[in-house]
């Protein structure tokens, strides 16, 4: 049962984890001095991020099965924080399933090699192949996509990962283009169960922060959403703008918070921006995603996948199956 857990957790975290360059304040696409303005709809996003990363998996050895995850692909422009919603970006996650756990490492490693012999760039220093558990970052170019290999936690101890990459494209207008955001559906006792939680875990967490949060910005507060059978939950908010010892000391105190409750904290780089901190709860498979922006704001989001309805209808008190 921990086990299928701490999984989900990592499938969540690599459908966040390349949008570390997104949302730490950096802008792309057109917003950035000397930035290309990139013209595509949805469909050719898609199209392109879904050939990126079959350019890291198709050659792979041993060779793995795609399995999607992640809330829909198609979303808000992180870059236009607060804006009404003009633009959009595409995000595809996938684990790479079907392998031994400690292949997870080699395939990380194979996933850059493929996307360098294309020509494609770090966003920061390569991986530390010291390290069991690496993550590679990367852009592709011209055309700016975003892409993250990296190696979630399954057994520490018996040096077992599990691989996942994600690709982001840069943001593009509607246009006509028939985009969608994240649909909302009809609430069930799994949703709100869901929602109690991760407001809960949200916050507990502003607790530990110990900084007055801003006013609800547009995009921000609670929502349910779907993806295919998968149900989440998900409560965002930001603090006031902070000065950058604040924010440092803000974000030890988030670390150390989920430290002491025994959350996944995969590592991150640091060198393009300020840390993006993720956490993973690998018993109810919520994530936690703590993203520093360039005015001083951090931006912080809880999600939580709801539980199916077999557990939902347990009586209260009654064990879990």
């Known amino acids: 049962m921990r086990r299928s857990r701490a999984m989900a957790v990592v499938a ?51 060779k793995p099965t795609l399995k999607r995850t992640g809330l829909n692909p198609v979303g808000a422009c992180l870059a236009d924080d607060h804006s009404a919603g003009e633009r959009r970006q595409v ?16 395939l990380v490693r194979q996933a850059r090699d493929a996307w360098v012999r294309r020509g494609y760039t770090f966003q920061s220093s390569d991986a530390d192949w010291s390290d069991p558990f690496p993550t590679v970052n990367m852009r592709t170019v011209p055309d700016d996509f975003w892409m993250t290999a990296l190696t979630g936690v399954v057994d520490k101890a018996k040096g077992e990962g599990l691989a996942a990459i994600t690709i982001t494209s840069p943001c593009f207008g509607t246009g006509g283009s028939g985009t969608a955001a994240s649909s909302s559906v009809r609430r069930t006792t799994g949703d709100e169960q869901a929602e109690r939680l991760a407001r809960a875990h949200s916050s507990r967490l502003y607790d530990a922060l110990q900084v007055r949060h801003a006013v609800t910005g547009e995009g921000e507060g609670l929502a349910t959403y779907q993806e ?18 604040a924010m440092a000391q803000v974000l030890t105190r988030a670390r150390a918070h989920f430290q002491g409750l025994g959350w996944m904290l995969p590592q991150t780089p640091t060198e393009a921006g ?24 951090l931006r912080v989001a809880m999600t939580t996948p709801a539980p199916p309805p077999e557990i939902t209808r347990r009586a209260p008190g009654a064990a879990p199956v």
């Open 12 to 62: 969540s975290l690599t459908a966040v984890g390349a949008l570390v360059g997104c949302g730490s304040g950096q802008t792309r696409s057109g917003t950035e001095t000397g930035s290309k303005r990139v013209t595509m709809n949805e469909q050719q996003a898609t199209e392109r991020a879904e050939e990126i990363v079959h350019q890291a998996v198709d050659g792979m050895s041993p």
């Open 91 to 106: 995000t595809l996650s996938y684990q790479l399933t079907g392998v031994p756990g400690t292949e997870a490492k080699k």
């Open 228 to 245: 295919g059978e998968e149900r989440y939950a998900h409560h965002s908010w930001s603090t006031e703008p902070l000065t950058e010892d």
């Open 274 to 297: 300020p840390p993006v901190l993720l956490a993973g709860n690998t018993v109810d498979g919520s994530v936690a995603r703590l993203a520093p922006t360039a005015d001083g704001v």
